[in-house]
Antibody, heavy 113, light 107 residues
């Protein structure tokens, strides 16, 4: 059974940093592109970042470029999102996802003073 | 970046109605399009992949069509469980994008 378990969310002040992690199991992790998708309270889905199966290539939404860094550890079946210079508008539920149909339950990031 | 324009943003309908949601891509994405259903407090649930492929376990009243830049999701006969929010998503490149969502409400 595929499982994606996000962690690392929490309350942080504007300008602060947070590192999200996603532990994957139930599939051949090293073969798949991994994504982070977020959803602000009461809003729609926004793709944030992706990383290739090998980790050699990374991709970001304009809203994340220069502030967020995605990485993966194929030996540990984990993908991470380092978020720096956080803004109030980064407040959202952050989902880890792969393929089209596999999503975690999300971890909540709240940026507030 | 590829922009996805989804319409309508809200749709009021009754049980048994046939409804259609449209998604338009800002450039040709072939058939690299998925449709999701999301209910409050839950992760999105995949309905359709590759524009018209029905995900396993999804009722056959859901169907998708289109290619290039114009896509539709059709629910042939609305059931009470179908009232939710629907999103399209293009995945023609690693930089994926979602439509703004369509909230399907009970009339």
């Amino acid at each position: 059974e595929v499982q994606l378990l996000e962690s690392g969310g929490g309350l942080v002040q504007p300008g602060g940093s947070l590192r999200l992690s996603c532990a994957a199991s139930g599939f051949t992790f090293s073969s798949y592109v991994m994504n982070w998708v977020r959803q602000a309270p009461g809003k729609g889905l926004e793709w944030v970042s992706a990383i290739s199966a090998s980790g050699a290539s990374t991709y970001y939404a304009d809203s994340a470029k220069g502030r967020f860094t995605i990485s993966r550890d194929n030996s540990q079946n984990t993908v991470s999102l380092q978020m720096n210079s956080l803004r109030v508008e980064d407040t959202a539920l952050y989902y880890c996802a792969y393929g089209n149909g596999y999503w975690g339950q999300g971890t909540l990031v709240t940026v507030s003073s | 970046d590829i922009q996805m324009t989804q319409s309508p943003s809200t749709l009021s309908a009754s049980v048994g109605d046939r409804v259609t949601i449209t998604c338009r891509a800002s450039q040709n994405i072939s058939d690299w399009l998925a449709w999701y259903q999301q209910k409050p407090g839950k992760a999105p649930n995949l309905l359709i992949y590759k524009a018209s492929g029905l995900e396993s376990g999804v009722p056959s009243r859901f169907s998708g069509s289109g290619s290039g830049t114009e896509f539709t999701l059709t629910i042939s006969s609305l059931q009470p469980d179908d009232f939710a929010t629907y999103y399209c998503r293009q995945y023609s490149s690693y930089a994926s994008t979602f439509g703004q969502g369509t909230k399907l409400e009970i009339k």
